[in-house]
């Protein structure tokens, strides 16, 4: 079984300043990693996957993740965020193949951009 | 077409309604999920369809009660709901289970009363 763990529930940062939101990762099988955007009151948009290949993976939204083996993290990046990334965000693991077993999602982080 | 969307977006009921959600997509997607998710918490998995068989029932009670008339819909059906089910219900697909694809609709914002 794979589990996730976000290690911050809550992360305010001012506008234009660099941000990290943390998530470690535990399974006894390959992986493929997510990171999931949601606004208030509407779904799950995803941002960016790690299936294989490059360790660095960029999405939408100018976000970036690094996938560690060693360290068992996804940590999500982005160099300068604006007000409209203001939202809870979900790290969310699975098997790799997927093969049917369901996404395993984090806690969430509530990230929060200060003008 | 890479929607899912999901009616209505808003439904308040009470406790002695009955009511549905629907989901629907065409993107010729055969998984398909409900979530459950309460307010700052993440998505729980409810059920999922896989080519229009329920596949995993994650032990939610029968008050809730899903149906895959074909491969492109999937409704729950609400009976004597208790105000702790108000949540968001979340709808997703993919093409075969694959968690590489997973699409998810905005979503029903459910009020029991």
């Known amino acids: 079984a794979q589990s996730v763990t976000q290690l911050d529930s809550q992360v305010p940062v001012f506008e234009e300043a660099p941000v990290e939101l943390r998530c470690n990762y535990s399974?006894?099988?390959?992986?493929?990693l997510f990171w999931y955007v949601q606004y208030p009151n509407q779904g799950l948009q995803l941002l960016l996957k790690y299936l294989s290949g490059s360790t660095l993976v960029k999405g939408i939204n100018g976000f970036e993740a690094e996938f560690n083996k060693s360290q068992t993290s996804f940590h999500l990046r982005k160099p300068s965020v604006h007000i409209s990334d203001t939202a809870e965000y979900f790290c969310?693991?699975?098997?790799?193949?997927?093969?049917?077993?369901?996404?395993?999602f984090g806690k969430g982080t509530r990230l929060s951009v200060i003008a | 077409d890479t929607e899912v969307t999901q009616t209505p977006k808003h439904l308040v009921m009470g406790m002695t309604n009955k009511k549905s959600l629907k989901c629907e997509q065409h993107m010729g997607h055969r998984a398909m999920y409900w979530y459950k998710q309460k307010a700052k918490k993440p998505p729980e998995l409810m059920f999922v369809y896989s080519y229009e068989k329920l596949s995993i029932n994650e032990s939610v009670p029968s008050r809730f009660s899903p149906e895959c008339p074909n491969s492109s819909l999937l409704n729950l059906h609400l009976h004597a709901l208790q105000p702790e089910d108000s949540a968001l219900y979340l709808c997703?697909?993919?093409?075969?289970?694959?968690?590489?694809?997973?699409?998810f609709g905005s979503g029903t914002q459910l009020s029991v009363l």
């Open positions: 997703a697909s993919s093409r075969q289970g694959d968690n590489e694809k997973l699409f």
């Open positions: 969310a693991v699975s098997a790799a193949p997927s093969g049917n077993t369901p996404l395993v």
């Open positions: 399974s006894s099988v390959s992986v493929y």
